[in-house]
């Protein structure tokens, strides 16, 4: 956010920082993540492996510091976002995602009133969100609890928050910077066009742009958070594998309520919508796990277990870098010897033709020069192609046959 607002890029940016959905708190691949106080966990069709949380702030959003509970789904940042950029959702052709943009800048109401959170047939489940109801039916063992911890300071889990921390970094310092350049603007449009400005301490209301504060913040958290409300004489349990279930999320978030049997017209409802999605539903091609795949089946090496030899696929694959260092070595070897070899020829043709200098029989002009390495004359021999000069003799013309 500094860099952008040091390059002047910020003033027409959209920033968006939005969570994964549903942290694994329990099973083999758990963390430290908390759903909180939300129903499952992530890899089930309940709220808390389902539902995201966001924040989005531009200088283009006119109706900000606000929270909203409007339905979203992930398809929908393409067109949003794209609209935010001048180009036209018709453009993307048929899409499941909803342009958005209107409802995050304003406050208009969302185009969206449904999701089809999952049909899978393979797991044999599935879970649909309609208007303000959620119908799941199906295998869901692992949303069959509330885990996690609640993140509260005083249980000792997470540091505690200080809007002032947030206000005071790089970040709410670049968009504060931003706010009351605007401000300015404002400011300087009033007086040019000379209409009087009244300050107003108490309310702060003289500006459109105000600066986000720390009671802001602390204001925005309390709306944000959710609780569940729920006593517990007033919970309805919920068996999908044994019957579907129905809850209203908007009151119910935590999803303790059963409203099937109170509510059989919303269910059947749900009903039709559930076979409409399933006669265009494309099956799934996903397989479940091959226990052939286990890598202590195959020298504890990971390979392709289905193909026709895939021992010997994993033998290939293991020494076939071997192979190719043990003959880079040979061939490095081969190299340096012949590099010594001719270092110790080079040396030797160097020291007879230093010796032959002073000798007259050296000057002929078809003159024998020999190289030896073991004091054998026949061993290796040149033949001088350009007659020797006398010293302090320059060639003559005709010397050179």
Request: one cysteine or more.
């Amino acid at each position: 956010m500094d860099a952008l607002r040091s390059r002047g890029m910020l003033e027409n940016s959209i920033v968006v920082f939005m969570s994964d959905n549903g942290a694994p708190t329990n099973g083999i691949l758990s963390n430290q993540g908390s759903n909180y106080p939300l129903r499952g966990i992530k890899n089930s069709p309940w709220e808390g492996g389902t539902r995201g949380v966001a924040a989005i702030w531009s200088p283009l959003i006119r109706k900000s510091k606000r929270v909203s509970n409007q339905m979203m789904f992930m398809s929908d940042w393409l067109p949003t976002l794209l609209s935010a950029a001048g180009v036209d959702r018709i453009q993307l052709g048929n899409i499941d995602g909803f342009d958005l943009w209107p409802s995050l800048v304003s406050g208009k109401i969302s185009p969206r009133s449904e999701i089809v959170i999952n049909i899978d047939d393979l797991a044999d489940y599935a879970a649909i969100r309609r208007g303000d109801f959620k119908y799941i039916i199906g295998r869901t063992e692992t949303g069959i609890a509330w885990l996690g911890a609640s993140g509260d300071p005083s249980e000792g889990v997470s540091p505690r928050y200080d809007p002032h921390k947030v206000l005071y970094s790089k970040t709410g310092v670049a968009i504060s910077g931003i706010i009351t350049a605007k401000q300015a603007m404002e400011l300087n449009k009033k007086k040019k066009e000379n209409i009087r400005i009244v300050y107003d301490t108490s309310s702060k209301t003289n500006f459109q742009e105000k600066i986000l504060t720390s009671e802001d913040i602390i204001e925005m958290r309390k709306k944000a958070q959710i609780k569940c409300n729920v006593t517990e004489k007033d919970k309805i349990p919920c068996e999908p594998m044994i019957a579907p279930c129905l809850f209203n999320i908007e009151q119910d978030p935590c999803e303790m309520v059963n409203l099937a049997e109170r509510n059989p017209v919303i269910l059947t409802i749900f009903e039709t919508i559930l076979i409409r999605h399933r006669l265009t539903v494309i099956p799934p091609s996903n397989l479940d796990g091959d226990p052939r795949s286990n890598p202590s089946l195959w020298n504890n090496t990971w390979t392709s277990w289905a193909e026709p030899n895939p021992l010997m696929l994993a033998y290939t694959n293991i020494k076939q870098p071997e192979y190719y260092a043990d003959q880079a070595i040979v061939v490095i070897s081969i190299i340096f010897c012949f590099f010594v070899i001719g270092a110790i020829i080079a040396f030797k043709c160097r020291k007879t033709n230093s010796n032959n200098l002073g000798n007259p029989e050296y000057q002929n002009y078809h003159e024998r020069v020999t190289c030896t390495i073991d004091d054998s004359e026949e061993a290796f021999s040149i033949s001088s192609v350009v007659p020797g000069t006398r010293r302090n003799d320059t060639p003559r013309h005709g010397d050179i046959n």
